[in-house]
């Protein structure tokens, strides 16, 4: 399996349960889910990672989110309905009600997970195991953000937007029918997603408002340390950052596509993206690290509170950052 252009996000799945051909975080089937892999199935070309430990799966399915939960405990889903859990010592598969692949994790509960994907699915997760509930809509859901356990808000595919009002799934209307690729919250009046043409849509309790941004470039991936203070990554090195007021162009030191972003409530930071690109957070600006995990892309990371994040490659690598 191969990446198709990481630069031409929107995607184009085969069959239920088939392998994205195309990946993108970013979803318009004209292009294609053309984000995430370069992926061969072997396993990447690795090279000094003497900081991280990796977890290397048993199959070749790509991850495309994942979430630390606590000091042992761990879940991470991918292609095909891919879901995963990580027991401290080891991620497993457990069973999974749906074959199509599942972009993106929340969990506003520690009990309770939420997790959404290819043609509108949405799965709720407790104790019992995992569930498919009523879509909503039927374009791919990329990205889904609890503000509160009965406040949930999902984006995808030509703008679409979804809520959940602790009840039920419902259809938002969107200002933009453009792909949403991430969204965000702070609170519960004070919501962001990111997509295509640089879009950036902002939510203040009474509804979505396009935000003027400094970039037509697709952005990918957002994540906020506190409300006056948050980044923004895109296609070709695009990098922007929030000051509470205003969205502007950052230095970048690659022109590589970052598929991801996440910060700690400290300094730490990290970018991933294509071709094992791995950045980090230096007195406010972005650096390339000293530790190259793998030359395959990088997707899915999370910055648990210790600090030390996951990313997910799309070969069958998981990394951990140790030190």
Known sequence: MKIADVEMKTHQLRKPGALIHRMGISLVVLTAVSMLFACSGKGGEKVS????????????HVVFDLKQ??????????????????????????ESPVAVPLFALAFPESDRRWAVGADGTI?????????EVQKPDKWHLM????????????????GSIVHYDG?????VESPKKVALNRVVFNTPNDGWAVGNQGVILHYDGKGWKEISSSTDRTL?????????????????????????????KAESPVERTFL????????????????????????????????????????????????????????????????
């Open 49 to 60: 990672a003497s900081t991280w430990k990796t977890y290397q799966l048993p199959f070749n």
């Open 220 to 248: 990918y991936g957002i994540a906020f340390r506190n409300p006056d203070d948050a980044w923004a990554v895109g296609e070709k090195g695009t990098i922007l950052h929030y000051d509470g007021k205003s969205w502007s």
């Open 143 to 158: 990205s889904v953000a609890f503000p509160s356990p009965a406040d949930g808000w999902a984006v995808g595919e030509r």
């Open 260 to 323: 991801n972003v996440a910060v700690s409530n400290v300094k730490e930071g990290y970018i991933v993206g294509r071709g094992g690109e791995l950045l980090s957070l230096h007195e406010g600006k972005w650096t390339q690290g000293t530790d190259s995990l793998t030359r395959k892309t990088l997707y899915a990371i999370d910055v648990p509170p210790d600090g030390k994040p996951w990313v997910g490659a799309t070969t069958r690598d998981i990394f951990k950052k140790q030190l």
């Open 167 to 171: 009840k039920e799934w419902k259809k």
């Open 123 to 131: 799965l709720e997760g407790n104790r019992d195991g995992w569930k």
């Open 69 to 94: 939960t606590g000091e042992k405990d761990g879940w991470a889903v991918g292609e095909r309905g891919l879901i995963l859990r990580f027991d401290g010592t080891k991620w497993e598969q457990v």
